[in-house]
């Protein structure tokens, strides 16, 4: 049963920065793609970013770019995501998600709430 696991969410004011740590157990993502989420109130959920532990690779959605960094840590099984110069639109509950061997975003943690106020 895999398991994912995030924690690190709060609240902050605008330009502040949040860490959000992803923990996964009962299977190893070395070879498959990392990413997170988030969904605002009212909102549908979209995607932030990704990593490919397998290169490294990384992609990020253009409103994100400059300010989150996503990385991984192989030995620890754990995805972090460093986001500063947060704004209010940042607002949301974050998900930690991991893909299948399909490519598919299968697999998803619980959230966790990041709030940015001005």
């Known amino acids: 049963q895999v398991q994912l696991v995030e924690s690190g969410g709060g609240s902050v004011q605008v330009g502040g920065s949040l860490r959000l740590s992803c923990a996964a157990s009962?299977?190893?993502?070395?070879?498959?793609?990392m990413g997170w989420f988030r969904q605002a109130p009212g909102k549908e959920r979209e995607f932030v970013c990704r990593i490919s532990w397998s290169g490294g690779n990384t992609y990020y959605r253009d409103s994100v770019k400059g300010r989150f960094t996503i990385s991984g840590d192989n030995a620890k099984n754990t995805v972090v995501l460093q986001m500063n110069s947060l704004k209010p639109e940042d607002t949301a509950i974050y998900y930690c998600?991991?893909?299948?061997?399909?490519?598919?975003?299968?697999?998803w943690g619980q959230g966790t709430q990041v709030t940015v106020s001005s």
């Open positions: 009962g299977r190893t993502f070395t070879r498959y793609t």
């Open positions: 998600a991991g893909q299948s061997r399909l490519g598919t975003w299968d697999y």
